[in-house]
């Protein structure tokens, strides 16, 4: 079964700051989907960025971007220019590609504060 | 705005007690899937169902049930409510049960559970 390992329970950084936030996860599959979820007060799931695991360039999406190292397994998320609304607890999440197995996989998350 | 809702926003019920929590997925989606977030357990997989069919099974308990009827919304059946059932219980909607890269899941708002 896949497991999705978030280690950093907490973290804080500075407004303007850049901060990257870990994530490593474990499959058996060689072609699937990873994604990092923000999850505001509201507690709404929003979808930040996203990763086909066959593409070796990594995503990024205006401020957010990833390094994604599959051989390690690894897939961690850089927020650049840190706002104020990046506050959230984020999620990195494993999608298989086989038919009822499109389940996401969550880690546990990890609680981001961006100090004014 | 998701395109998915969810009603009702929050439930208030007693232990022993039996609820419906309500899911209609974005228009032209297919494929919905049911998740708790509880404080110990995270955010897990319950159950998918795929045009009326159940796809796939997570870790979903015996007292709870699930169902997709013909105009694609969904329902959650918890039963025999027992205070480890407070969570927050999300519904994804998806375009179909194929693992395409573009097959991203959509989140409602969420259901707010709390057993007394």
């Known amino acids: 079964a896949q497991t999705v390992t978030q280690s950093q329970p907490e973290m804080s950084v500075q407004e303007a700051e850049t901060v990257t936030l870990s994530c490593t996860y474990d499959t058996s599959e060689s072609d699937y989907y990873l994604f990092w979820y923000k999850q505001p007060p509201s507690r709404q799931m929003i979808l930040v960025i996203r990763q086909e695991a066959y593409k070796q360039q990594n995503a990024t999406e205006n401020r957010f971007s990833v390094n994604f190292q599959k051989a390690a397994k690894s897939f961690s998320l850089k927020i650049s220019d840190s706002q104020l609304g990046d506050a959230a607890m984020y999620f990195c999440a494993y999608r298989g590609l086989i038919q009822g197995a499109q389940k996401l996989v969550f880690g546990q998350g990890t609680r981001l504060t961006i100090n004014p | 705005d998701s395109g998915v809702t969810q009603t009702p926003k929050h439930l208030i019920t007693a232990t022993g007690q039996r609820v419906t929590l309500r899911c209609s997925p974005r228009?032209?989606?297919?494929?919905v899937y049911w998740y708790q977030q509880s404080l110990d357990q995270g955010l897990q997989f319950l159950i998918q169902y795929y045009n009326g069919e159940e796809r796939a099974k997570g870790n979903i308990l015996e007292r709870f049930s699930a169902q997709q009827f013909p105009d694609l919304h969904s329902e959650l059946n918890l039963s025999s409510l027992e205070l480890g059932d407070s969570a927050l219980y999300f519904c994804?909607?998806?375009?179909?049960?194929?693992?395409?890269?573009?097959?991203?899941?959509?989140f409602g708002p969420g259901t707010r559970l709390t057993v007394l």
């Open positions: 994804a909607s998806s375009g179909s049960s194929g693992g395409g890269f573009y097959n991203e899941q959509f």
């Open positions: 228009s032209g989606d297919l494929s």
